[in-house]
């Protein structure tokens, strides 16, 4: 799915979301679908999100199966997250 919205093959999915809550990557396709696909469609058919969007988030969840995640290779190592959460809060 990531190759869909995002249209690349390689690098990190750009419908990737980062959520501070859970310290977590989710798919912005299951999480903020209407961003997601007013990004990936090309500037002229961007009155098709409206339309398309009932049908991706019916469908996001049955691309991402369940236990496996998205199609994304990036992975969080550990002591990352918290190294990231440090950044941020710095003043």
Known sequence: M???LSGQRRGACTALRWE???AQ??????VQ????LRAALPVGLGWLAPV???LLRRLAGRW???GQGCDCSLEVSPGQAAAQTDR???P
């Open 25 to 30: 990557y989710r798919c912005g396709a299951m």
């Open 2 to 4: 990531g190759i869909l």
């Open 64 to 66: 991402i199966a369940a």
């Open 88 to 90: 941020q809060s710095a």
């Open 33 to 36: 679908p209407r961003e997601v």
């Open 20 to 22: 501070e809550a859970g």
């Open 52 to 54: 398309l969007l009932p």
